[in-house]
């Protein structure tokens, strides 16, 4: 499995981006896909993930603002960002892997595929 992400840029305080990362090859009957990110001089921490059955987690600072979603027809999860803030500047990457259970989404070793990151920069 391949990724690219891709959607980042440089966004107001306030504004909004959308994340999108393409998959390629076979994801898995059971596969989750899910966004993280790093900002400088921190470690990689989770934003939101989405498994194949719909069901998605995020961590607590985006939850009401961030949203994710895939196109399965299209091997593509989306990353909506609103109402971003400048704490949200970081490399953003996607990730894959196949039969993580809720518990481990939001731990990166679950994952077995990663794309190469995309940077978004949120100004004050």
């Known amino acids: 499995v391949q990724l690219q992400a891709s959607g980042g840029g440089l966004v107001q305080a306030g504004g909004s981006l959308r994340l999108s990362c393409a998959a390629s090859?076979?994801?898995?009957?059971?596969?989750?896909m899910a966004w993280f990110r790093q900002a400088p001089g921190k470690e990689r921490e989770f934003v939101a993930a989405?498994?194949?059955?719909?069901?998605?987690s995020y961590t607590d600072s985006v939850k009401g603002r961030f949203t994710i979603s895939r196109d399965k027809a299209k091997n593509m999860v989306y990353l909506q960002m609103n109402s971003l803030e400048p704490d949200d500047t970081a490399v953003y990457y996607c990730?894959?892997?196949?039969?993580?259970?809720?518990?481990?989404?939001?731990?990166?070793?679950?994952?077995?595929?990663w794309g190469q990151g995309t940077q978004v920069t949120v100004s004050s």
């Open positions: 990730a894959s892997g196949n039969g993580i259970i809720m518990s481990s989404l939001a731990r990166a070793g679950a994952y077995s595929y």
């Open positions: 989405i498994r194949y059955s719909g069901t998605t």
């Open positions: 090859g076979r994801l898995g009957s059971s596969y989750a």
